[in-house]
């Protein structure tokens, strides 16, 4: 699975002279931040022309930027009604995390399993102990030869990866900041297990981590 960035073609650029894929991400992660926050509130109707307006930026890349928050059911978007913010909660995010645990405890087999040695640099993108799951629950699973598994934990990412930041987490009620050094000392062992092929051993912390994670809402409620 390549993880550099695609590198735009000419004629991908902006007006304002910035490529159009790294407009287009840069107002995913803006709008997912804001969803997240409760900045665009659940059921709260949207224009596309407003949310371009705010961000100024032209349509496209809102319209681009829409289709992978649809598909992580953060959104939806309405013919005539516009951008809707889904009734999400933080059950929902959990349920990612149990559903990618029972993925690792009992996962499928392909054909051939993968070969694919891990590396940390794979983890520089990420913030949080959500992101650093995601990128090594995922290797698991090529590792595993569970590929479609894998595929599906990694577009999980960029939300589990942003719902465990201070400031999203806090917006949620929850207090991500306690607690925290034990959970990166459990990503710091998996990485290790990960680094020498110890598929069980890596497998153990990853899913000791996912319970962390998805026990931290209801142990550690933030005062606000």
Known sequence: MDRAPSRPG???DDPNGIRRSLLRDAVFARLLDDVLRGVYRRGQRVRLDDIADDMRVSRTPVREALVPLEALRLVTVQRYVGVVIMHWTVEHMTER??????MITDPSTGPTAGDERFTTAWLRECS???????E???????????AVSADWL??????LDAFYKDDVA??????????????MRLVERAVRAAEADALDECAA?????ASALITLPDRFRSAA
């Open 170 to 183: 806090i917006a949620n009620g929850i207090d991500a900041a306690v607690d925290r050094r034990a959970r």
């Open 205 to 209: 912390v990853l899913v000791e981590l």
């Open 97 to 102: 995390l149990r559903i990618a645990r029972t």
């Open 136 to 146: 090594l629950g995922a290797w698991w699973l090529r590792r595993h030869g569970a």
């Open 128 to 134: 949080t102990e959500g992101g650093a799951f995601v």
């Open 154 to 159: 990694s577009s999980q990412r960029a939300v």
């Open 10 to 12: 000419r004629g991908e």
